[in-house]
């Protein structure tokens, strides 16, 4: 089992920033990804990371903006915010990759970001 536990959601003006945090605890994953989903739309990939380190990944709507990084020692993954934008607005969630390719097995309860305009 992994348990991941997300924080730093909140409410911030357009063009102001956020920085989300998950703490993962149990079994050991593979990698770390961060997802959103807003009213009424699909849920959408945000960015990845592997434990080991490499090139991380980020979804088209967030590159140039967000800024995935983790920190080993704590068990921690996080999501670096910047120039907030209105569409930006959903429930964040943190999930756990367990093997390569593999399906995102675990995930948090969610942390919500709301941008105003």
């Known amino acids: 089992q992994v348990q991941l536990v997300e924080s730093g959601g909140g409410l911030v003006q357009a063009g102001g920033s956020l920085r989300l945090s998950c703490v993962a605890s149990?079994?050991?994953?593979?990698?770390m990804g961060w997802f959103r989903q807003a009213p009424g739309k699909e849920r959408e990939f945000v960015a990845s990371?592997?434990?080991?380190?490499?090139?991380?990944y980020y979804g088209d709507s967030v590159k140039g903006r967000f800024t995935i990084s983790r920190d080993n020692v704590k068990n921690t993954v996080y999501l670096q915010m910047n120039s907030l934008r209105p569409e930006d607005t959903a429930v964040y969630y943190c999930?756990?990759?367990?093997?390569?390719?593999?399906?995102?097995?675990?995930w948090g309860q969610g942390t919500q970001v709301t941008v105003s305009s």
């Open positions: 990371i592997r434990w080991s380190g490499g090139i991380p």
């Open positions: 999930a756990a990759q367990m093997t390569v390719g593999g399906r995102y097995a675990y």
């Open positions: 149990g079994r050991s994953s593979y990698a």
